[in-house]
Nanobody
Framework: QVQLVESGGGLVQPGGSLRLSCAVS???????????TAWYRQAPGKERELVAL????????NYADSVKGRFTISRSNAPKAVFLQMNNLKFDDTAMYYC???????????WGQGTQVTVSS
């Protein structure tokens, strides 16, 4: 089965940076270029929020307004992985961050277990 495993979260001060990684294993669907890759986050008491998305083909990206100019999504196909570079972190960035790889109409739809990011002074 396909597994997505996030890492790179932790405790960071406001204004700091983190790079989240999502290792993709057991994937037999070919290159990640044929899939949507995305990062979501969920803070306590809040709904899950789309943070960053890379479209099929990799040429298009979409970011939540709150992270534009600060976060960057990228991916690699050898080894297969999805990344989220987070700069100038703010208190409101505190959340569990989840990696997502999916096809159109969520066929397929793969999720990681999440990695915690805590921004605190």
């Amino acid at each position: 089965q396909v597994q997505l495993v996030e890492s790179g979260g932790g405790l960071v001060q406001p204004g700091g940076s983190l790079r989240l990684s999502c290792a993709v294993s057991g994937f037999t669907g070919g290159s990640l270029i044929a899939y949507i890759t995305a990062w979501y986050r969920q803070a306590p008491g809040k709904e899950r929020e789309l943070v960053a998305l890379m479209s099929v083909g990799g040429s298009g990206t979409n970011y939540a307004d709150s992270v534009k100019g600060r976060f960057t999504i990228s991916r690699s196909n050898a080894p297969k992985a999805v990344f989220l570079q987070m700069n100038n972190l703010k208190f409101d960035d505190t959340a569990m961050y989840y990696c997502n790889v999916r096809g159109v109409h969520r066929r397929p739809d793969y999720w990681g277990q999440g990695t915690q990011v805590t921004v605190s002074s």
